[in-house]
Each structure stands twice: as structure tokens, then as C-alpha cells.
């Protein structure tokens, strides 16, 4: 007899991690990505023949299960040890963050640049999964959404209102990072600052990540989310400006005034400002489930640790 079908909504590290366990335990998985690859907000852009870490900047755990599962990424060659800002030991993606991701999500039937719009019951009581270019995918007996919070609602009408109610209770930040490349030598070479000004919550220099190594000085700087709300409809070459003139200020130094490369990406659900205190969301009834970073927390450890404890409970249904 062949296995019940899954489906999961978003390739980040919650979706990826639920993906793989399920995968592993012989579950029939598809996972669906709206951007041209997985990663999420772990994701790097390639630019100028170098590449930035857009999101997440550095990894780092609080319980033994994820340190665990660092030490096996870090074996499989696809992190590696830094010296961040933090106490805490830290882990970068090698040779950028998104390498994380790439290899985590070998092996997986994955389906990219395919973004949900919504989902229909069937008849049979499984669920069809329409794409915004109308075409139809399933049936597949149980939905997993592992988006961002804001990005689960729009997809979960049928849900239980108890499910809706408790996503609404998540809140999310926009971020808006600036990104660029400078010449100078003659700047600081510290791993990673916290800004002096309460505009930028950290600057993060790329080039001290190992494998990131390069001539031109590259940075990502990150404004905070009350920043990033106050200017959230800023053009893009704006916040990239101004972010990039905050930085300058504060970090008082003599600044090329033509950097070689400025720009900027806005994470409108960048960071969780409240997050639940469970696993996972589910509503059993409809075969309805949801993970993702905002379940326990703000950080990749967070979504790995709700992508895992859902597999887990799904390990034990139908199968
Ligand atoms: C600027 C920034 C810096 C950060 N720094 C750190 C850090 O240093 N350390 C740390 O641990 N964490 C950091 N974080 C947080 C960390 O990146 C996140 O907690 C984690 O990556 C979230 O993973 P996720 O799988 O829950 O969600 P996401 O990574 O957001 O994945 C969700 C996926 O769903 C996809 N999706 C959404 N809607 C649809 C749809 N309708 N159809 C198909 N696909 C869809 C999205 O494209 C995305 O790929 C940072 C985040 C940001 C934004």
C-alpha cells in the first residue's frame, strides 16, 4: 500500500526539516517554494561575483538537539565554526548561509517558483493545492504551511477557528537590510557590531566568515524593526541609502563615498516579535498543521525545532 501524501508549503528551515524527517521515515512528501530556490530568510544573493547573506547571518543553539545537528551540518561540510558577536559558539553557512539549505534539501521532491494561493477540499475529504498560475496539485491527505505566520492565514480559511485564532496571535516585523561593497582597507575588522545608533540593531562583516574571504569589503546591515516599519515603503535604492549613511555615522570612520556596490531587501515578515510557546499549530479534524520559526521562538533554532517536532506527531498518524 502506498503511503498517505504530504504536502508541505514553504522550503524555509521549519519546511525543510519537517520535509526531510518525513521523508526519511518512507512518508510521500512534495514541498512547495515560491521563490527559485530553498532557503527562506536563510537565503544569500549573488551579486557583483560575491554573494550576501540576506538573512539570518549566523547560527547558534540553545538546547543539545540543535548543537547536535550543527556538529552533523558542520561534518557534512556545510557550516562552519565563526566568531560571531555573540557568547555563544556560532555557525555560518559555508560558502554563504543558503549552502545550508541547498544541501538540506537534496533528495527532497521539492517544487520551486510555485507559490500557493490556495487550498480546496476534495470530495474524498484530501486537499488540492492551487498555485497562482491556476494550476492544481494533489491530492494530498494532510497540509503542512510552514510561511511565515502572516503568510499562513490567507491559505487556512477552512481551518478550525481555534487554529486562526492562535496563528493571529503571532506577531511579526518587517526588516529592511542594506547590503553593499566597499574598496577601503581602512576600515574596522570587527566580525560583527552593534551599531552605536538605535536605527541599526547589527552590521555584520561578510568578509570575516570563513570561505567569504575577499578583496572588497562587503557588509549586511540590519535596521530594527521600528526602523524598518517607519520606512517600510521606502524604494528599495532609499533604505539602501539611508541605512548605508546610518552605518557611516556610526561607525565615524572616512567612508568612500561611492561604494561599489549598494543595495537593500526588505523581510516584511523578517522577525517575530511574539511567538507561541508550542511545537506546532494543528487542526486534526481537517489535516491541517503549521510550523515555523514564530511556534517557538525568532531564530533558525526555533524553526528547526518546530519543523522537527511536527514530524515527529505526523510520524505517528496515517501513514
Ligand atoms: C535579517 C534577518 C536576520 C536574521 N538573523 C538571524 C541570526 O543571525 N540567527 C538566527 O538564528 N536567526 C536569524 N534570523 C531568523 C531566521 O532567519 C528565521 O527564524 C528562520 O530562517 C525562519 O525559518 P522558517 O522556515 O520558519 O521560515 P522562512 O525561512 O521564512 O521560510 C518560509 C518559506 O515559505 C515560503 N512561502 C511563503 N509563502 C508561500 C506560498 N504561498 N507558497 C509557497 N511558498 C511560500 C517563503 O518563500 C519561504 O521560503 C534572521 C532573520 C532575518 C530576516
Known amino acids: 500500500m502506498t503511503s498517505a501524501a504530504i504536502a508541505i508549503i514553504g522550503a524555509g528551515l521549519a519546511g525543510l526539516t519537517c520535509a526531510r524527517e518525513l521523508t526519511q521515515a518512507g512518508r510521500r512528501v512534495t514541498v512547495f517554494e515560491k521563490a527559485r530556490g530553498p532557503g527562506g530568510r536563510l537565503s544569500s544573493r549573488r551579486q ?48 554563504r548561509m543558503s549552502a545550508l539549505t541547498r544541501h538540506y534539501s537534496k533528495g527532497l521532491n521539492l517544487v520551486t517558483a510555485t507559490c500557493i494561493s490556495h487550498l480546496q477540499a476534495t470530495e474524498d475529504q484530501q486537499w ?24 499562513a492565514l490567507p491559505l487556512i480559511d477552512q481551518a478550525s477557528g481555534s487554529l486562526k485564532r492562535q496563528l493571529s496571535q503571532v506577531k511579526e516585523d518587517p526588516v529592511w537590510v542594506a547590503y553593499f561593497a566597499l574598496q577601503s582597507t581602512s576600515l574596522p575588522t570587527a566580525n560583527c557590531l552593534q551599531p552605536a545608533s538605535s536605527y541599526l540593531r547589527r552590521a555584520t562583516l561578510l568578509n570575516s566568515k570563513p570561505g567569504q574571504e575577499s578583496e572588497l569589503q562587503r557588509w549586511v546591515v540590519e535596521a530594527t524593526p ?77 524553526a528547526w525545532q518546530s519543523g522537527h517536532e511536527l514530524a515527529q506527531a505526523l510520524r505517528k498518524t496515517i501513514q
Not at 49 to 68: E, M, R
Not at 131 to 147: E, H, R, S, Y
Not at 270 to 294: I, K, P, R, Y
Open 48 to 95: 557583483l561575483n560575491s554573494t550576501f547573506d540576506l538573512g539570518a547571518q549566523a547560527l547558534t543553539a540553545q538546547h543539545s538537539d540543535f548543537a547536535k545537528q550543527l556538529r552533523v551540518w558542520e561534518t557534512e561540510g556545510c557550516l562552519q565554526p565563526w566568531k560571531g558577536a555573540g557568547t555563544l559558539p556560532s555557525w555560518v553557512g559555508s560558502p
Open 128 to 151: 488540492s493545492l492551487v498555485d497562482t498560475t491556476g494550476k492544481i496539485w494533489g491530492p494530498f491527505t494532510q497540509v503542512v504551511l510552514a510561511t511565515p505566520a502572516n503568510q
Open 226 to 302: 521600528r526602523w524598518s516599519q517607519e520606512h517600510l515603503d521606502l524604494p528599495k535604492g532609499e533604505a539602501a541609502r539611508r541605512l548605508f549613511n546610518i552605518w557611516a555615522n556610526d561607525m565615524a570612520t572616512e567612508l568612500p563615498s561611492h561604494p561599489q556596490l549598494l543595495d537593500a531587501h526588505r523581510w516584511l515578515y523578517g522577525s517575530v516579535s511574539t511567538h507561541l510557546q508550542q511545537g506546532f499549530l494543528e487542526d486534526a479534524e481537517q489535516q491541517l498543521f503549521v510550523c515555523g520559526d514564530f511556534c517557538r521562538g525568532s531564530t533558525a533554532e526555533a
